[in-house]
């Protein structure tokens, strides 16, 4: 039988060697820094005061709370994000895997929402889009500083006419009472959510064909990957209960 200190030295030891799993499996302080940026993106992300929705931000606050970790908002532009992300003064933000210039470097959820280019039309025009070709001679009106590469191609060749403007909410007041302009480029959801809350639902109509479509995930750096995991079986969960619709159903 060991001596009474080969015992106490070897209790301690096992002690020593469990804590750090222990430790590692459940820290005491998570929290995430999640990017909502200056002006949010409604409705994936709203930004009133210091308050936070949208359908992304809900579906974080969800996720992130039933895997035990403190959400942050934080109002990050959009040209320093990136970097921010890859020397850890930031955890995650919204985005497109599409939309980012080095994809490589980051971790990336599977989609949250997919979100969608179309047409946005006056109720009153006779114009319909089904193909670019739709729009020859047209004139549309489009973000400043976006890119929509399906028709590029016509932009640069002067068979479709683009008129940029700063803000999403100017697209459709461009259209709505500028002579020469036929219709707006806009994401779907967001342009239903300017022009609900505008009171111009009515006057105009969606194409039903769309001219991209793309998954709106979480990008995080290198170093989350248990996270992802988590949270992408956590989002399979909520979207096969119906929570994720319940919330997608908020904004539309």
């Not at 499996?25 to 992300?45: D, H, I």
């Not at 995991?229 to 969960?237: H, I, K, P, T, V």
């Given at each position: 039988m060991p001596s009474l200190p080969v015992l106490t030295a070897f209790l301690l030891l096992s002690v020593a060697v469990l804590l750090p799993?222990?430790?590692?499996?459940?820290?005491?302080?998570?929290?995430?820094?999640?990017?909502?940026?200056?002006?949010?993106?409604?409705?994936?992300?709203?930004?009133?005061?210091?308050?936070?929705?949208?359908?992304?931000?809900?579906?974080?606050?969800?996720?992130?709370?039933r895997l035990g970790y403190d959400l942050v908002a934080e109002k990050i532009p959009r040209k320093r994000v990136d970097e921010m992300l890859l020397e850890g003064y930031l955890d995650a933000t919204p985005r497109a895997r599409e939309w980012t210039d080095e994809p490589e470097k980051f971790l990336f959820t599977e989609p949250v929402v997919a979100v969608e280019e179309v047409i946005f039309i006056p109720k009153d025009s006779e114009l319909t889009y089904r193909t670019p070709q739709d729009l020859f001679s047209r004139t549309v009106v489009t973000h400043l500083g976006y890119n929509y590469p399906a028709l590029e191609p016509h932009f640069e060749a002067g068979t479709i006419s683009r008129f940029d403007v700063a803000r999403d909410l100017d697209m459709f007041m461009y259209v709505l009472h500028g002579k020469r302009f036929d219709a707006a480029v806009a994401d779907r959801l967001v342009g239903n959510w300017l022009l609900r809350n505008e009171g111009l639902q009515d006057q105009f109509r969606s194409s039903e064909q769309n001219i991209s479509n793309v998954g709106?995930?979480?990008?995080?750096?290198?170093?989350?990957?248990?996270?992802?995991?988590?949270?992408?079986?956590?989002?399979?969960?909520?979207?096969?209960?119906?929570?994720?619709d319940a919330i997608l159903a908020n904004y539309r």
């Open positions: 799993a222990v430790s590692s499996a459940a820290p005491e302080n998570r929290t995430l820094r999640f990017n909502v940026s200056p002006n949010g993106y409604p409705p994936y992300l709203i930004v009133e005061n210091r308050k936070q929705s949208g359908i992304i931000w809900d579906v974080m606050a969800l996720i992130t709370k709106l995930r979480i990008m995080l750096p290198s170093g989350w990957e248990d996270f992802v995991g988590d949270f992408n079986r956590e989002l399979s969960r909520i979207r096969e209960n119906g929570e994720l």
